[in-house]
């Protein structure tokens, strides 16, 4: 069975640094994409960007570039999402999910990461 | 950016009944959408990708059409479970979604 697990609920001051994960199991984990979606009841879904396990190849929305990182650890399946200095407009759930390209749909979600940013 | 637009942002209906959601695209996708269904508290389901290919385990009430810059999803004798957010999601270039529908119980 395919599944995505990430990491718990975040509570973070502005300024903070922080790094959310999503382990990937059940398939052969770099031979798929992971993206990594934002949701927030203003803005609604955006897709930040996503990366290739298989050799590290990353991209990101123009919208997200250089405000965030995206990384993965092929040696323990897992897709990283990074901030060096959080902002309260950060305050979001975030989703990885599972390609099979860069650009096409996404066929399985993690269970959604809650990071709060707040003073 | 393409500019994904869904209506309307909220339907009634009552179970039984079918439904039929909107998205258009500010400029032609061809067939590179899809459409998901989120319900509270969960992560959004696949069910249409290539505008018109069912996900696998989505039931055929689920269809979708379209292509270019008009999209429909349409959902025959709505069942309790099909109450939810729908969205649907652009790959030509990155990627983009719609605001959302919801779909409610009358």
């Known amino acids: 069975e395919v599944q995505l697990v990430q990491s718990g609920a975040e509570v973070k001051k502005p300024g903070e640094s922080l790094k959310i994960s999503c382990k990937g199991s059940?398939?052969?984990?770099?031979?798929?994409?992971i993206a990594w979606v934002r949701q927030t009841p203003g803005k609604g879904l955006e897709w930040m960007g996503i990366?290739?396990?298989?050799?590290?190849?990353?991209r990101y929305s123009p919208s997200f570039q250089g405000q965030v990182t995206i990384s993965a650890d092929k040696s323990v399946s897992t897709a990283y999402l990074q901030w060096n200095s959080l902002r309260a407009s950060d305050t979001a759930m975030y989703y990885c999910?599972?390609?099979?390209?860069?650009?096409?749909?996404?066929?399985?979600w993690g269970q959604g990461s809650l990071v709060t940013v707040s003073s | 950016e393409i500019v994904m637009t869904q209506s309307p942002a909220t339907l009634s209906v009552s179970p039984g009944e079918g439904a039929t959601l909107s998205c258009r695209a500010s400029q032609s996708i061809s067939s590179n959408l899809a459409w998901y269904q989120q319900k509270p508290g969960q992560a959004p389901r696949l069910l249409i990708h290539?505008?018109?290919a069912r996900a696998a385990d989505i039931p055929a009430r689920f269809s979708g059409s379209g292509s270019g810059t008009e999209f429909t999803l349409t959902i025959s004798s709505l069942q309790s479970e099909d109450f939810a957010v729908y969205f649907c999601q652009q790959y030509t270039s990155w990627s983009t979604f719609g605001q959302g529908t919801k779909l409610e119980i009358k």
């Open positions: 999910a599972r390609q099979a390209s860069a650009t096409t749909s996404s066929s399985y």
């Open positions: 990366i290739y396990p298989g050799d590290s190849d990353t």
């Open positions: 290539g505008a018109s």
């Open positions: 059940g398939y052969k984990f770099t031979n798929y994409w």
